[in-house]
Every structure is written in C-alpha cells, then in structure tokens.
C-alpha cells in the first residue's frame, strides 16, 4: 500500500505541501532543459535547411569545446579563443561542404546520414589527436554562485545560460523569419530544384548553416563543457537532443526549445519525486519514454510539419 | 498583334545539342534559336525531350555535345545559379514552389539575386539592407496585382489550389526580371477559364515588360494563338520549326502526332 502510494499520488501530495522545493527542483530542470535545447537547436538548423539528420551535431559540441579549450591551454586569451573557435567551426563547415556533401548531391537521406556518422568518427578522432583526450577544465569566466530569489536557490551560471540560450534562439528567430538569407534558406529547405531555378546558391547556404550550427555546438559546448568538463561524454548528449526532436518537431525550432525545456524539468521532477519508489535513474530513461509515447500518438512532434499526402 | 511587337536580335542560339542519360538518347543534334522578345513554343509528343531541352538551357542538365549561346556568351555547360544570375528564369511542370512560405515570400526569393547588399548588413537588417528590401518589395507588390493575386499574398502557397500556384509559380519567374523566361506546361491541368487567364497573362507579360518566352505546351489551340515560331521535337530529334501556319502543314508533324501510313 506504501508502495502504491509513493507510486501514484504520493509526489503529489509533497509537490503541494512543499512547493518551494518543487520550484527549486522543476527551476533546475528548466535550466538542464535549456541545455538540451541548445544541442537540439543545431539539428532543427541543419535538419530544417538540408533535410540532412546531422548525427555529428553532438561530436561538433565536443570537437569545439575541445578546440576552444585546447586554445587556452596554449595560453591564448578567452576572446581571442572565442574567435578561433568560431574561425575553426567555420572552416569545419565549408569541408563538410566540400568533401563530403557535394559529392553527396541529390542522394538519399539515408546516404547522408551515414555520412553523417562517418563524420562523427572522425571528428572524435581528430579533436581527440590534436587536443589530447584527458578530462579538461573549461572556465570562461562566467560566475558561478548560489543565488536567493524568494527563498528558491538557483546558480548564477545557469542564469546566465539561460539567458545566452534565449538570447540566441531570439537571434536565430529573426535570422531565419526577416532577413533574405533566412529567406533563402527557408527555401532551400523547402526544394532545392526551385531554389536553384531563382538563383540560390546551394553550396553557399550548406556553408551558412553548417557554420551556424557550429557556433550553436560551441555555444553549448562551453555550457555543457563548463559544467562538467570537457570530456568524450560531452558527445553523447546527442543522444539526449533526440528525444527533444522527437518532442518538439524536427523543423521546428521553438519545438526544439521547448522539448527541450519539457523533457529537463520532467526527468527531474520524475526523478527527485518518483525516483526513491523505483529505486532511482529516472533520468536516465524518462526522455526517451516519453518520446516513446510522441512517436506513437503524436508522431509530428508539437510543433513539426504535419504531412498531408492529398491524393 | 504579334506584328505589333519588336521582336529583335537572336538571343538564345542552341547549337547541335545531345544529350542522353546511359544509353537513353533524350536529344540528338537539336539546333535552334529563339529571338528577344518572342513567345516561341516546344511542342511534340511525350518524351520527346522538351522537358529536357528546358532543363539543358537552364542549366539542371549537361549536355554532352553542343553548345548554347546566350546574350552573345557561348558556353558547354553552366550552373544552374549561373544561368538565373544571366537572367534566365524558369517555372515546373509540376509545380515547384516553397510550400511552406506566403505567396510573398515566394516572390521574394525570385528577387533574391538583385540583391547587392553586404551579407552582414541584412543579417542586421540595418540601414541600407531596410531600405534595398522595401524597394524589392515594392517591386513585388506590382506583380502581385498584375497577376491578380492580392487576395493570397499571405497564405502560404502550399494551401492555394491548382491554379493559383501556378501563377505564384509565373510571379516568382517574373520577379527575376528576367530576359528569358522558360514555361514548362504552363496550362497543364487547368480547366478553359483558367488557361484563358495564363494565356492572357503571358501575352501580357510578353507585351508590356517584353520579355522573351519559351514554352512547353500540350494545347495546340494555345500554342497556335499565343507563339511566334514553333519548335516540334519528336524522339529527341527536330522535326519542324517555323511559324505556327508552317508547322500545322508539315507533313512529317501531322505524322508524327497522328500516326503515319506505312504501305
């Protein structure tokens, strides 16, 4: 019966008696989710222009974490580190351009994919031979202390996550919606023949967007790198943008902010609540139920494309 | 009418064009040219390359042998940016329009290539970037009430029915200014009223902005009222070319389109 309790309706009933800590715990999920969101980000990007599923977007929150880190450790300021990075990313993308989707032209999805995941090989390799692969410090100098707000505890860092998070997707938003690049790239989303037949050049816009979703990965990659180190595991938080995709629509980049957003706060209320019942590691699997869940009753996500096949 | 018209110096000369896909001869030896200020139409019956002759001079396809001539600039093959950034813009036989943008925006992109300011200034979406998108915009308003299509300027095209995406599909050619517009099958599928409309507005485009017109189509009515000269292809050769009165004696043309008897 105990055990019945703490299974169903018991949270609930802390939840209400204690909401303090509830905000406390639901804030800190907030600000994991914004985390997730930013990885998530960069495959909306890429997804949305190129209609590639970018499985390197993870190893390129690593590689550049790992570059910006390795600079610094050469001893070269943080700004002039931010710049390099930026520089690499950039490079990075027009090689990617050049070596591997231009020879990819017109292929299957699938085709790309895989390449995509050769990529995701190599990047691990390579970041790992040039910048070594032992745990790194990352510290840019972004405040770390425990703040007060109404008796709520939240750190400064994830405040200031937030707030570089929000301030990017704002960015991106308007990037995408007012400007003819974002015009462009929206068409070249839509059908590359016709973007092509106005003149869009195809090569140019592939270097565009995979430069933006490099500075995404470098963005979260200093959050997450920051947090906990720069590491191989940085990587793997890939793995947890997927079921933000799957949440939030694969085109859709307010979806990928709050799939995001939804699955941090759920696998942590799901674990600090629910967790001493089902003896622990919630947040280990919480997202990828959930997405489970979408994928069968809401397969577009909350905000993807419907597609209607009219016949 | 068409005496009305200045039509001038020759502007696109495609000379000795083949082209095939494996063993699959889509063009063989085609020659022709298409003078400014024009409408010359591509008829013949299916799959005998006019499809594939619009895509060789607008640059999706590379022909093996021969060579196009355009504004006086002979080349073998060209990107297909490269042949809009010359002025050379294009519509789909099925309809190829960015679903999931407004009709304005549709139009926009057309305009995308005379857009000469720094890529930073529109990121920033400053100063001069402000000004240069109000007077495209401005360009693009006018198309829209040319082609009469001021009630769906902001429905995203995807949603608009047969007809009217076509017609996006004309504004967002036109928005290119181009020199030369290619029109593949722009009436297939339309009902009487509807191709009634499209031939006015092409006559209308050809007149007033006059612009040089290549089109592909299947109506033989529409074909012999609107276009000047008359290409016919049949099995990726050319069978006749000529005036619309030339073209409907050819003996080889009546067979081929009607059968012809062996004894």
């Known amino acids: ?311 | 009418m068409a005496g009305e018209r200045r039509i001038g110096e020759v502007i696109l000369a495609v000379d000795q064009i083949s082209l095939s896909f494996g063993g699959v001869r889509a063009l063989e030896n085609v020659s022709f040219d298409v003078r400014r200020g024009e409408i010359r139409a591509i008829i013949g019956p299916n799959g005998a390359g006019k499809s594939s002759m619009l895509n060789v001079i607008n640059g999706f396809y590379h022909p093996q042998e021969g060579r196009i001539t355009f504004k006086g600039q002979t080349r073998t093959q060209m990107r297909t940016h490269e042949a809009a950034e010359q002025g050379i813009a294009r519509t789909f036989q099925n309809i190829a329009l960015f679903k999931g943008m407004s009709t304005l925006d549709n139009l926009m992109t057309g305009r995308n290539l005379k857009m000469k300011v720094n890529f930073l200034l529109q990121a920033l979406h400053v100063g001069p970037a402000r000004r240069e998108e109000i007077a495209h915009r401005e360009f693009v308003e006018r198309i829209i009430d040319f082609l009469e299509i001021q009630a769906v300027r902001k429905v995203p095209v995807g949603r608009l029915p047969y007809g009217l995406q076509k017609r996006v599909e004309l504004g967002r050619a036109l928005a290119a200014e181009p020199d030369l517009l290619l029109l593949d099958e722009p009436m297939a599928g339309m009902n009487s009223e509807e191709k009634e409309d499209m031939c006015r507005f092409i006559l209308d485009v050809n007149e007033e902005f006059g612009t040089t017109i290549v089109l592909i189509e299947h109506d033989m009515g529409v074909v012999m009222d609107i276009s000047d000269r008359v290409v016919v292809l049949d099995y990726g050769r050319l069978l006749a070319d000529g005036s619309p009165d030339e073209v409907r004696r050819d003996q080889a043309v009546i067979d081929a389109y009607l059968g012809a008897v062996h004894d």
């Open chain 1, 1 to 311: 019966m105990e055990m019945l309790r703490a299974l169903t309706y018991g949270p609930l009933v802390e939840m209400w008696e204690y909401p303090i800590f509830l905000a406390e715990v639901a804030l800190n999920g907030l600000l994991t989710g914004v985390m997730y969101s930013l990885v998530a980000l960069g495959f909306v990007l890429i997804f949305k222009a190129s209609g590639v599923f970018n499985f390197a977007q993870g190893v390129m929150v690593l590689f550049s974490a790992l570059s910006l880190v390795g600079l610094m450790e050469h001893g070269v300021p943080v700004w002039a580190a931010l710049v390099l990075t930026v520089v690499i990313m950039v490079v990075l993308a027009m090689v990617i351009e050049r070596v591997m989707l231009r020879p990819l032209v017109n292929q299957d999805p699938i085709i790309l994919f895989m390449s995509t995941i050769g990529l995701t090989f190599f990047l691990e390799g390579f970041g790992e031979t040039i910048w070594g692969s032992n745990v790194k410090r990352l510290d840019v100098g972004i405040p770390d202390a425990p703040l007060d707000i109404g008796g709520v505890l939240v750190s400064t860092f994830d405040l200031w996550a937030a707030a570089i998070g929000a301030t990017m997707v704002v960015v991106l938003a308007i990037f995408f919606q007012k400007t003819p690049i974002g015009r462009a790239l929206r068409a070249v989303a839509d059908d590359h023949q016709a973007a092509l037949s106005v003149g869009i050049p195809l090569r140019t816009i592939w270097v565009v967007v995979w430069s933006v979703a490099g500075m995404v990965a470098l963005v979260a990659g200093i959050m997450w790198g920051s947090k906990s180190g720069v590491q191989f595991s940085l990587s793997l938080i890939a793995l947890k943008a997927l079921p933000v995709l799957i949440l939030g629509g694969f085109t859709s980049v307010p979806g990928a902010i709050i799939g995001g957003l939804i699955i941090g706060v759920g696998e942590k209320v799901a674990e600090v609540y629910w967790g001493p019942a089902v003896g622990g590691a919630i947040e280990n699997w919480f997202a990828y139920v959930l997405a489970l869940l979408f994928l069968l009753f809401r397969p577009q996500g909350l905000f993807g494309e419907r597609i209607i096949e009219r016949v």
